[in-house]
């Protein structure tokens, strides 16, 4: 541009005067100057066609490179037009905090052990459905980074107080960086599911129906959680935080409603909304998102929804996260690959007031043939509670609430996943630099405060009641070793050796409970030792405006909106007073302490109520607790007393507990078999479409000799050409997938062999391709040896033909 600026290019006077030597120079001048204009404008073309080139090598470029480099040449050529942070444009998105997210696998063992949650001793596993994960979200003051919180979301029936003491004692092993993290700012919440190992519980009463203590399942707890803390540790960076909610339908129901209603009018009126919400549980789906300030892509989402993880039924014997995994699992399929969200993007869907929600959305049915409803008031059938069932979206498919459960985690996922696009464009930032938490222990077996309207209350030692024993609609009939017949081969061994200790409750401990008839007095049971706690976790955290309490119990819809109301009133005097506090409530977190209802509903003695351990005035106890701690929460707040100091811990029992848990002794092949072998291959079949099952089974051994942590039992590989051309397998689904099913059978006690089958059941958005089956197993000799090895995949191949809409042919050659 600057050669336009020379004289010659300029317009020439004309003049009489001029000579003709002058017209001839000023002639030669002009065609000098023509010349030069074409030159300049050749190099302009030259130079742009130059830039479209590089602009098409760039999406050529972007096409084919991974992400990282893709980023690394985007931000050449983009230079600071991310600044805010937001890669969709918008307005900056609020404080700046340190954030991290970390994922990690926690499956125990997947077969051979009582599952947790239904207390059905024979409930035993048989498999694996979807591995379990403990999803870890690290938020801290970026000015004061030793202010932080650790939030935990484990696919575990609840939290744990021996699992929370290995997860403390091991992350103080983990290295120096690592002596910020303690008892204040670790919260170890379940997302209550219903379909994982149990044995891992400090107390004794979870512990009778799956025969004892199981330190297989617990260390891979403990140790999977850890891993997800390192590795969100290890993420930590800047980053924003932007909080919303949406409602939820269709995915829980009251399943004790005929308590519910034993609330006061007027409060049950101010959350009667709708017919679609009327308010007798809660609809709305809270949910934070992180994202990182260095290229303003998303890293992770936390949600907060109740609904019970009970969408597999008691008759399931395959291990898996129930709803909430399959929610997390479809918010993590679905931002793969986005350019907006970050590579290990983690989804934790951790559980909320909990207490009196189902996921079984069509109630609850009679199924003895008579079509009836179960009673209103009780729950019963004739009179009785077993045949009472709640029945699913999808019951109709008898696969023991796999359909069900999935849907009802399609149903959580899709309005979270349009709530995180929704925040991406238009953020609600949280605000204000502070990241607070406190936790303490509490006695609670004879605790005295003052109620709001003024009187004295006082809680009990913990008791369960009689409808305890009866269970629920969506477990019915649950601690079958209450009713204990003389059966002895179907009663537990641990019950066999502490029934004789079950004492008489006192006169006292009677009327403290009231009107609560006492089954268990497990809270005066101290032998062998602790049957259920006494002593309690009380915690909360706070980041800007948001304030999560965290529950060891699981709180009913309206026990939950008082805990949570009292909260955010006392809240309001902590935050700016430009914002509104952002209360929600996790749990059953850092230990078990079963229910948590209102006085109104405790007065009613439905199971929610018989389960709430300390006493008619348990919920006003939690929140004269966590308001009395509150003020650890103020930005300027004291810091909380160490635990040291105070000295009230509850007992560790993971090193003393009763086990009958049985090792694996050996594995054994049939004769002139081998581990791995084909016993039944994939089906020869001229047609698979999309939905039908691909099944293989093999010689298999028993999965609890290596839990393959991180790894996997199972494999389906999509067959692709390799470069020099033939074929090379790509794993495409592993344990991870919902739809990949793996079941194990024993053949042979005597002989200890056993079969493994592997079913893939093809999902709708599966690709047409050529497809193999793999199986990963691990036998133990007499001597104890364990040996790894592969099922042979050249026996059991399947091919989806591209050809013909969504078919698969078995192809025995491949
Ligand atoms: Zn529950």
Known sequence: MDLEKDDGFRPQKSHGEQTCLDSERSRITRAEGSRKKMFCRQLLGYFGVFILLVILACFILGAFLPPEAVRWASSIFQGTTQSNGQPDGGPPPGDLYLLGVGKADITGPVVELNLMGYADPKQVGTGLRQRLYSRAFIIGNAERPEERFVYLVLDTQSGDTAIRYGIIDGVKRLGSSYAVYGHHNIAVTGTHSHAGPAGWLNYLLPQITSKGFDQQGYRAIVDGALLSI??????????????????????????????????????????????????????????????????????????????????????????????????????????????????????????????????????????????????????????????????????????????????????????????????????????GPTVKSFHTFHNMSDFSFRLPNGTMARTCPAALGYSFAAGTSDGPGAFDFTQHSGNENTTSPVWQVVRHLLKNPSPEQRACHHPKPILLDVGEMHKPYQWTPNVVDVQAFRVGQLVIIVSPGEATTMAGRRWKTAVADAAAGLVPHELAPVVVLGGPANSYTHYITTEHEYAVQRYEGASTLYGPHTLAAHINVTLAHLRYLAADGPRPPSHGAKGLFPPDNSNSSLSFIQPVVLDGTPLFKHFGDVVVDVETRAHYRRGHEVRAVFVGANPRNDLRLEGTFAAVERGVVADGGGRRWVRVRDDGDWGLVYRWRRTSEVFGTSQVEIVWETEEWAEPGVYRIRYFGDSKSLGGTITAFEGKPDRSCAIVNANSLYILVPLRYC
Not at 281 to 300: C, H, M, P, W, Y
Not at 332 to 351: I, K, L, P, W, Y
């Open 230 to 431: 390192a590795r969100a540790h290890g993420s930590l960076q800047p980053g924003y935080l932007s909080v919303g909610t949406t409602k939820v339908h269709g995915a829980n129901i009251n399943r004790s409603l005929f308590a519910y209603l034993a609330n006061p009018e007027q409060e049950r009126g101010e959350y009667n909304i709708s017919t679609e919400d009327d308010g007798s549980v809660e609809k709305d789906l809270t949910l934070l998102k992180f994202q990182r300030a260095s290229d303003g892509k998303n890293i992770g989402v936390l949600t907060w929804f109740p609904t019970h993880g009970t969408s597999l039924l008691g008759n399931n014997t395959l291990v898996a996260g129930d709803n909430k995994g399959v929610a997390a699992y479809l918010f993590e399929q679905s931002v793969r690959g986005e350019d907006t969200a970050a590579d290990h993007f983690v989804a934790g869907f951790s559980q909320a007031n909990v207490g009196d929600t189902s996921p079984n959305v069509l109630g609850a049915w009679c199924e003895d043939g008579s079509g009836q409803m179960c009673t209103f008031e009780n729950s019963t059938c004739g009179g009785k509670s077993q045949a009472c069932h709640g029945r699913g979206p999808l019951f109709r498919f008898n696969d023991n609430g796999a359909s069900s459960c999935f849907e009802i985690g399609r149903r959580q996922f899709e309005p979270a996943r349009a709530l995180y696009d929704r925040l991406r464009k238009d953020p609600i930032p949280i605000q």
